[in-house]
């Protein structure tokens, strides 16, 4: 079951070929082959699947270049993160983002500093126009 999606997100394997689009911009087959880590050697037809199952849903777009296909990721790293945090958010959290710092601080992974900085940037983000007076005097 490792490895297996649960929602719209991308399964390890999937995420380790995206991030090699991501890094690289438009690639074959055998450059994203060559770009996943060694301990990620993969057969090219293994890629190749795997890269044929991302174009299926949606995630890269294909156009064929001499007799290759080259593959160029539609969907935005950031975009691929927000539907990752909204599926562990979901999963793991009951749906509550406060959950998940509640553990994050409980975990001493965040750092009162962290979280200060936290605060001030939802802040920022919920009324832009302190962001400009905050810009400022942190200048």
Known sequence: MAGRRTGRGLTPLE???????????????????A??????????????????????????????KGRAFEYTPTVSRKKAIRT????????MFGGS?????????EGRQ???????????LAR???DPSRRKETSHADS
Not at 15 to 28: C, F, H, K, V, Y
Not at 37 to 64: C, D, I
Request: aromatic share 4%; hydrophobic share 45%.
């Open 15 to 33: 995420l380790e070929i995206m991030q090699a689009l991501w890094s690289d911009g438009p690639s074959t087959v055998e450059d994203v082959r």
């Open 35 to 64: 770009r996943l880590p060694g301990q990620l050697r993969l057969a090219y037809t293994t890629v190749q699947t795997m890269l044929n199952v991302l174009y299926r849903k949606g995630k890269v777009k294909r156009t064929l």
């Open 84 to 91: 990752a945090m909204r599926e562990l958010i979901d999963r």
């Open 97 to 105: 983002p406060e959950n998940l710092v509640i553990a994050l601080v």
């Open 110 to 120: 965040l750092t009162p500093e962290r979280l200060a900085k936290l605060t001030r």
């Open 124 to 126: 920022e983000a919920a």
